[in-house]
Nanobody, 124 residues
């Protein structure tokens, strides 16, 4: 049974930083591409960042480039999202997702496994 468990969310002031983590179990972690998506109230789920299974290629939505960094630790079966210079518009529930396709895809349908999410709130 695949499980993805996010942690690290919270309340932070604009300009601050948070580091999200996602712990995975039940899958051959190194073979999966991984991603972060987010969803704000009354909005559709939005791609944030992804990292490929091989080579570590990454992909980011334009609004977070230069502020967020996605990384993975295959030995610890963990995914991370370092978020700096946070803005109120970054407020959302952040979800970790895993894809067997292996590429750093931006489309939610490419990801078969999802976590329950962790809330990030950025105050102005």
């Amino acid at each position: 049974q695949v499980q993805l468990v996010e942690s690290g969310g919270g309340l932070v002031q604009a300009g601050g930083s948070l580091r999200l983590s996602c712990a995975a179990s039940g899958l051959t972690f190194s073979r999966y591409a991984l991603a972060w998506f987010r969803q704000a109230p009354d909005k559709e789920r939005e791609f944030v960042a992804a990292i490929a299974s091989i080579g570590g290629g990454t992909n980011y939505v334009d609004s977070v480039k230069g502020r967020f960094t996605i990384s993975r630790d295959n030995a610890k079966r963990s995914l991370f999202l370092q978020m700096n210079s946070l803005k109120p518009e970054d407020t959302a529930k952040y979800y970790c997702a895993a894809s067997s396709y292996g590429v750093a895809a931006t489309t939610p349908s490419m990801y078969a496994y999802w976590g329950q999410g962790t809330q990030v709130t950025v105050s102005s």
